[in-house]
């Protein structure tokens, strides 16, 4: 099915040439009569609080016409995730605990479908198989081609690893996050209730093809908009709370247990939310994006580009010390 899109944001950007996955709203008659009567009766009356849902479709750069992939239901619980090679992407609609509805988004062949996976999916394994954790709280594979699931980390391995390595700490809040490497996601376990209030917890990588675990530290220090690196010996942050230090970026070197100022904080309140590219760390400051090197060097504005563009980028007014 081919047509134009109007309104769409988007999503994923993704191939070559270039392809854009957008999402449009479904703005139904009786979902902009419920937001009027919202707004008329200031939020006592909310008879239509849940989107309609969102139209996905695909624009090639190569040509005009875009392809529609289909239509779900509700509100992202968050973007789409895409596979490795962006053949695929899920997205996941909310649900009760024990019943999210995850849909399967084929950026190739431009459709979508619901799949049939009793767990929540935390990232791509590889190309077709999502890493899912059950309720039991165990981790296991589901095939995105085939269907099938098969085992990775019980809880009960978990629990016995932790205590092998003189760890007391509960094993069932366990969750994963994942550090893109390059060529794929690299999973690590962690308390992550722990790691989003900036507080310590063991941290232990999923290695591949076989999920064996691996103790990076049993007690990490978690910061606040953080970033590791595909290494594992470097990992960025910045400040809490807004205003203390929340635009400044910090390093720290995990091989060595320093901490460095790469870029001095100022009073501003909004966040840096640094990332590692290459060797070098992206990062926002003053409503825009500067790249500054590890080594603190080469502290330059990407964008917008700065007045000096063609003669070398201003440096940071607050470059560290």
Known sequence: MFGQVKNGSPVLLFGDPLQLLCSVPVNSLKQRL??????????RVNLWAVAAGQTYWLLDSSHGPARRLGQLPGTPSFNCTPSPDFHFAFTVR????????VFLLDLQQAFIQKLKTPAWPCGWW?????????????????DVVTKQTSPLVALEQLAAFLEQNGIADNPK???????????????????????????ESFLIKLERPDGRLK???????????DHLDASGRHYLYS???????????????????????????????????????QDSVIYVRSNALWQIGLD??????????????????????????
């Open 34 to 43: 419920g937001e009027l009567l919202s707004r008329l009766s200031q939020g």
């Open 94 to 101: 909310s649900g009760p605990p024990s019943t999210p509805d």
């Open 126 to 142: 590889d190309n077709t198989r999502i890493l899912c954790q059950s309720n039991k709280r165990d981790f296991f594979l589901f």
């Open 173 to 199: 809040p366990a969750g994963v996050f994942f550090i893109w490497n390059g060529q794929a996601d690299d999973f690590y376990l962690t308390d992550t209730h722990r790691k989003w209030s900036a507080l």
């Open 215 to 225: 103790l990076a530290a049993p007690r990490f220090k978690f910061e606040w908009s």
């Open 239 to 277: 400040g809490r709370e807004p205003g203390e230090a929340s635009d400044g970026v910090f390093l720290r070197e995990l091989d060595r247990g320093t901490n460095r100022i790469l870029v001095a904080p100022t009073a501003n309140r909004y966040f840096s939310i640094p990332r590692f590219y």
């Open 296 to 321: 603190g060097s080469k502290n330059v504005r990407l964008f917008p580009p700065s007045e000096t563009q063609h003669g070398g980028e201003k440096a940071d007014p607050r470059p560290a010390t």
